[in-house]
């Protein structure tokens, strides 16, 4: 008697072809996988070359403190006496603010002068007047600016009267 080995043959026929694809399909899994990860990697390659080179020291520009009138009632007059030095990441950031101090000063000044008493005496107050310089300082003051980095406010004389 002969033997049907065509249901055999079929079964492996069929693994062979499961097996075959899963191969295909790991395969094709991995190059896309290597080839998205050299993408983000290339990426952020230029990135880093774009970023400006940071000191790895800090720099500190010193802005001289001024007084202005803060906004309130109409009877009382109250003042704001502010001492700032910013916290900078590399020379050409602090050479372009010392060069273009007297435009820095003009825009604190602008920004101190509608703050109210009473937001000032919070310490929620202080931090949003901290983000209100750094994003008043992250305008551009010249055509040939290089980019900023301004890494902290710190507040040397606060006093409101």
């Known amino acids: 008697m002969a033997e049907d080995t065509s249901g055999k043959n079929r079964g492996l026929f069929w693994v062979a072809i499961v097996g075959v694809s899963l191969i295909t399909i790991l395969v094709g899994l991995n190059i896309y996988l290597l080839l998205r990860d050299n993408a983000d990697t290339a990426s952020v390659a230029v990135e880093q070359q774009d970023a400006p080179d940071r000191s790895d020291n800090p720099i500190f520009v010193r802005i001289d403190p001024f007084t202005v009138n803060l906004q309130g009632d109409q009877l009382a007059n109250r003042l704001l006496y502010v001492g700032i030095s ?76």
Do not use: W
Not at 109 to 131: D, F
């Open 86 to 161: 910013l916290q900078v990441g590399n020379d050409e950031t602090r050479d372009f603010l010392l060069e273009h101090m007297p435009q820095v000063r003009s825009r604190l000044l602008i920004l101190h002068s509608v703050q109210s008493p009473a937001g000032l005496a919070t310490l929620e107050g202080k931090e949003n007047l901290v983000q209100g310089i750094l994003n008043t300082l992250s305008e551009p003051m010249s055509n040939k600016q290089p980019q900023l980095l301004i890494d902290d406010v710190l507040f040397t004389e606060f006093i409101v009267q």
